[in-house]
Structures are given as C-alpha cells and as structure tokens.
C-alpha cells in the first residue's frame, strides 16, 4: 500500500513539473524546453529525441518524462527509467531524482530503496533540494531505512535553507513533535510562517496549531525571526 501511494504522489509531482507553463530555468531554452513548457508535446518529442541522441542531459531528462507520462509519444515507463539512468550517469540532477522515485516506486525498473536512495543522494550532492527533503521523507517514514529522525530533520533543515517550502512546513512539523530535535512550538510556529509564506498551503494548520500554544509576544518574536530568516536567505533562522 505504501508504494502505491509513493507512486501516486511521484505521478503528481511528474505531472506539476510537466504542465504547460511550469519549467525549471534554462539560460537559454532550446525549442525543445520551449515546447515541452508550453505543452507542445508532440513537436518537443521529435526535437528533444534529436537533442538527447546528441548527449543533451537537459533534453533526456524532458524525453524521459514524456515517456513516463505518455506526452507526445505512447507511455513506456522502462523507456522513461533507460533514459532517465543515461542522464543520470552522465551528472543530471534532475534525472537523478527522477530515477530515484522510478526505483522507488518500481516504475520500469525492480523496486529497490537501495537505489532510490543513492541516486537522490547523488543529485543532493548537486545542491538539489527536493532530493534533499525526499532523503528526509525516507528517514521520517522508515522507507527503505531504518526510522531516523534525528537524520530527517538534517535532511530537511538543508532543503529548508534553500527554500523548498514543503521542507520548512516538515521542519515546523519536527519542533511541534520534537522529532529529531527539542520540542519548540515558537520555532514551529515560525517555520510554518515560512512555509506557507513560500507556498505550502498545509502549513497554514501547524501555524495555527502552534499559535494557539505560545503567548503573544512569542507570535511577535516569531514573526520577526521568519523575517530574518527570509530576509537573509535562510542563514540566520535562530531564535
């Protein structure tokens, strides 16, 4: 049961990063980028296969998720996962990520954590954020691993630095269970300030949970102590 609900949430979030009008940015975006972004899906097939079979990882990352999702071309989710590990091998972070949550979820590949786990690994070491906070979820949630919250708020905290909102509400979560960390209802009131304040919408309950057990001029040092921490990119986030 668990694995089918990690691949629909894998489904969910390939399909966000697919629709039209959502793309990660590209200096200087090939036709290719262009029309996969603007869902054009039939023209970005036939130019990112010509640019992936030239070795554009930004290219084969974009073809491995048409094959997944059946965009431009018929669904084959083996053919998503080869291409994926092409790119992957080749330093492609996103790819990385990508074939991790295949491995994960078994999608085109046999179900391994091992694998999961050391592809985001990999594209953590590039500084990528969701797989910083994917390590996280898999330390949280035993997957693959032994249940270590002590890990999961490292991985999460790092996400959270560089503004990956869903991290910061997680990080709320942690101070409000003391998860890993000493129990803090101000430092989880302020990470859900963050949170929600960059888009995670869910984070909108823990503030208010967490408002409703601080007094108010905790809610005013809090506020102030998530403008420092926006304001200075996440470097200064103490209380």
Same mark, same amino acid.
């Given at each position: ?11 969910? !979030? ?8 959502? $793309? ?6 090939? %036709? ?58 080749? *330093?492609?972070?996103?790819?990385? #990520? ?8 078994? $999608? ?19 500084? /990528? ?13 035993? #997957? ?42 101000? !430092? ?10 960059? *888009? ?11 408002? /409703? #057990? ?18 200075? %990119?996440? #470097?200064?986030?103490?209380?």
């Amino acid at each position: 049961m668990k694995t089918i609900y990690r691949k629909l949430i894998f489904i969910s !979030l390939i399909f966000y990063l697919a629709i039209p009008g959502h $793309s990660f940015a590209d200096s200087s975006p090939s %036709k290719c980028a262009l029309n996969f972004n603007n869902g054009m899906y039939d023209k970005a097939f036939e130019q990112c296969s010509e640019l992936a079979s030239e070795g554009d990882l930004d290219a084969a990352w974009r073809l491995s998720r048409m094959y997944y999702l059946g965009y431009g071309v018929k669904k084959d989710e083996k053919k998503a996962a080869e291409i994926a590990h092409f790119a992957a091998s080749r *330093g492609h972070a996103g790819s990385q #990520r990508d074939l991790a949550s295949y491995f994960e979820a078994g $999608s085109g590949v046999d179900q391994s954590y091992n694998n999961a786990m050391y592809w985001l690994r990999e594209a953590a070491k590039q500084g /990528d954020a969701h797989a910083m906070f994917e390590i996280g979820t898999m330390y949280d949630e035993a #997957r693959g691993v032994r249940e270590d919250y002590a890990a999961a708020f490292r991985w999460y905290h790092a996400a959270a630095e560089q503004g990956h909102a869903r991290a910061q509400w997680y990080m709320s979560i942690m101070f409000e269970k003391g998860h890993g960390v000493q129990r803090s209802a101000e !430092l989880a009131y302020m990470w859900a300030i963050i949170a929600e304040k960059n *888009g995670a919408t869910m984070a909108k309950y823990s503030k208010k949970k967490n408002e /409703d #057990r601080i007094s108010v001029q905790a809610k005013i040092d809090a506020v102030r102590a998530a403008e420092r921490c926006m304001l200075t %990119k996440y #470097r200064d986030c103490g209380w």
